[in-house]
């Protein structure tokens, strides 16, 4: 009986676990909202993947900017999502990546802006 108690409750708390890790990330991590408005634009830069930040929370790209961005060196997390195959492509090159721009607030690394890539290209 006790045995059978102890399994009970273990399996309660790992479904509230999951439960609440699927709720938090409904639209996935590194989503833009939709759909994109007038407000999109560019920013020139080189572009790296394999990045890895804080818990985990980034979209594992960004795009070292030739301006700063907020004030602050200009470091960008670009979300890829839409452009894989071009960011493959262009990965560790200097480029040109058209998209929006919008505030991700994650948990360890507070509010971050991540630009939302709709199309990557070269730049010499």
């Not at 699927?22 to 999109?40: F, K, L, Q, V, Y």
């Not at 985990?56 to 890829?80: F, S």
């Not at 929006?100 to 730049?123: C, D, H, N, Q, S």
Request: net charge negative; hydrophobic share 45%; proline share 6%.
């Amino acid at each position: 009986m006790r045995d059978s108690l102890v399994l009970l409750i273990t399996i309660a708390a790992t479904l509230t676990a999951l439960l609440a890790a699927c709720a938090g990330s409904a639209n996935g991590p590194d989503r833009a909202p939709e759909p994109a408005t007038p407000d999109d634009s560019f920013w020139v830069g080189h572009l790296q993947g394999g990045i890895m930040h804080i818990g985990g929370e980034g979209t594992g790209w960004v795009l070292r900017t030739d301006a700063p961005v907020d004030g602050q060196p200009g470091v960008i997390d670009v979300d890829v999502s839409r452009v894989m195959d071009q960011a493959r492509a262009f990965a560790d090159r200097r480029v040109r990546i058209e998209g929006r721009l919008f505030e991700k607030r994650y948990v360890e690394r507070g509010p971050v802006m991540v630009l939302a890539a709709t199309a990557i290209r070269a730049v010499d």
